[in-house]
């Protein structure tokens, strides 16, 4: 019975030797990584993603490496101006491992390494410009520095895609003259746009009443010359007519008592008026008989004028 357990146990232990070398043996490396293998203390190959196959006791991965691109958000730094004003600048670096080799044999601790690079390169850079070149030069500060730490951290294997200067802290003194600073210059740009909406509102109301009054002499014009068209109309056919009535009473051949009687109408009218000299026909006798004729005619209708 001591003979079959142990035998088992001996079974027992040949497998799980068997599974740690299996285990040992075979390495599956995941996607976006790659892992650095030694064998016997030495630098022996990198693996990708897939399948790899160890030599138990003698391989090792001494380090796995993540080929994705990072971010590294570094404290604020005290840095000092050219002017000699110190401030508080905090960056963000992305980078992107690119060789796991130089990755892992270049430089002890290599993010630390970037950090004080970072930070040296950012005092470097700041110590060249004046507080308003570096409130103001955001953009060439990022472009110089991850110029700088591209170029530094080659040799590591790792490749700087950007860095950007997240927040300038300025002292409290020098803060509350910036924001006195802009307070006045929010109140001269709201002067100006006052003075221009002004302006611009003057000229537009000056505009309208400019063509206002354009459109007012136009359409007095045009009623001008529409009362002078009525008036001429009026006249043209006022004369019409009158030359119609004319060309009745010559096509209706008047007998001459008619016409007599009709001078002495008009010359009736001509005695109302102002003037101190009357001109009489000389054939006033031959009216006078005109006139009786008509004053009978009128009396009786029936009676007929006897003409000369």
């Known amino acids: 019975m001591f003979e079959f357990i142990t035998y088992y146990l001996w079974i027992a232990i040949l497998v799980i030797l068997l599974l740690v070398i299996i285990a040992k043996t075979i390495r599956i490396v995941p996607q976006s990584y790659a892992y650095v293998v030694e064998r016997i203390g030495a630098y022996n190959r990198t693996c990708n993603v897939g399948l790899h196959i160890m030599i138990p006791l003698l391989d090792r991965v001494a380090n796995k490496v ?11 730094q005290p840095v000092i101006t050219k002017d000699n004003v110190t401030m508080q600048i905090d960056t963000v670096v992305y980078f992107q491992i690119t060789d796991p080799k130089l990755f892992t044999y270049g430089v002890v601790r290599p993010l630390n390494a970037i950090e004080n690079l970072t930070a040296t390169t950012l005092r470097n850079i700041i110590g060249d410009l004046e507080l308003d070149e570096t409130l103001t030069s955001r953009d060439i500060i990022n472009s110089r520095m991850r110029a700088i730490l591209d170029e530094a951290t080659d040799p590591w294997g790792i490749k700087i895609h950007r860095v950007e200067v997240k927040n300038i802290i300025p002292p409290r003194d020098i803060q509350e003259a910036m924001e006195k600073q802009m307070r006045a210059e929010r109140e001269r740009r709201e002067a100006i746009l006052q003075a221009e909406g002004k302006k611009t509102a003057a000229i537009l109301t000056a505009e309208g009443k400019k063509e ?36 009745y009473i010559n096509n209706a051949k008047p007998e001459t008592a008619y016409v007599t009687l009709e001078g002495f109408k008009a010359l009736e009218e001509v005695a109302k008026g102002d003037s101190t000299k009357i001109i009489i026909p000389s054939d006033l006798q031959g009216m006078a008989s005109a006139v009786t004729s008509i004053a009978e005619i009128v009396k009786d209708p029936k009676k007929k004028i006897i003409g000369e």
């Open 66 to 76: 993540s080929l994705k691109e990072q971010v590294m958000d570094f404290a604020p």
């Open 212 to 247: 206002s009054m354009i459109l007012e002499a136009t359409a007095e014009k045009e009623a001008q010359i529409a009362r002078a068209e009525g008036e001429a109309e009026a006249l043209r056919l006022v004369y019409e007519a009158q030359a119609k009535g004319i060309e």
